[in-house]
């Protein structure tokens, strides 16, 4: 059975700050690794990775997969109180309708 | 832009009802799923469909149905509805099988189950 952890759940941290969120999987014949962040309603998609050692950016946003050790980070710098959301991490495995596994997210808020 | 929509942000129902979840979509995705979120739990897999009249349950498909008779529409039944189906229910869909393809979601319902 697939299987993605992300940690920690939940974060409190200031405007200004840099935070790295973790996510680790376990998922027969690998495909892909998608970040997601939801606000009030739909997860709304951020990155997909696919190779390991390759960091996909956004703005403030980055993140990087290591497939050796079967985890990804998401980092953001210079967080913002519009970033306060739940992160999801989802893996993709082949041979599938696209079809994922989450895990729980971490819930972030930034504080002024 | 993908839009995903379902037929209502806030649903209240009473236990033993029949309740349909609608989703559509507009970019001729292949691909449709229903979800639910728990706090706790993340998002779980319901049921997915990857083309018009063909479903496969998901990871807790129990007390659930599907039906996909167009291809833009992908409705999620509740036959007989139950207090602990009370939850978040999202729907994505996604363009095509195979290869790796970006999953968009709807605005979800709130289902409250009296």
């Known amino acids: 059975e697939d299987k993605v952890v992300q940690s920690p759940l939940s974060l409190v941290v200031h405007e200004g700050d840099t935070v790295t969120l973790n996510c680790s999987y376990e998922v027969t014949n690998f495909r892909s690794l998608l970040w997601y962040k939801q606000e009030k309603k739909a997860p709304t998609f951020l990155f997909m990775l696919t190779s390991s050692g390759i960091e996909k950016k956004s703005g403030r946003l980055s993140s990087i997969l290591d497939k050796k050790e079967l985890f990804s980070i998401l980092n953001i710098t210079a967080t913002q109180t519009g970033d306060s959301a739940i992160y999801l991490c989802a893996v993709e495995p082949a041979g599938t309708a696209s079809k994922l596994t989450f895990g729980t997210g971490t819930r972030l808020q930034v504080t002024l | 832009d993908v839009k995903v929509t379902q037929s209502s942000r806030y649903l209240v129902k009473r236990t033993g009802e029949k309740v349909f979840l609608e989703c559509v979509q507009d970019?001729?995705?292949?691909?449709m799923f229903w979800y639910r979120q728990d706090p706790g739990l993340g998002l779980r897999l319901i049921y997915f469909s990857y083309d018009v009249k063909m479903k496969e349950k998901g990871d807790i498909p129990e007390g659930y149905s599907v039906s996909r008779e167009k291809k833009e529409r992908f409705s999620l039944i509740l036959e007989s509805a139950s207090t602990n189906q009370t939850s978040m229910y999202l729907c994505?869909?996604?363009?095509?099988?195979?290869?790796?393809?970006?999953?968009?979601f709807g605005p979800g319902t709130r289902l409250t189950v009296l």
């Open positions: 994505a869909s996604s363009l095509s099988q195979g290869g790796s393809d970006t999953q968009y």
């Open positions: 970019m001729d995705h292949e691909n």
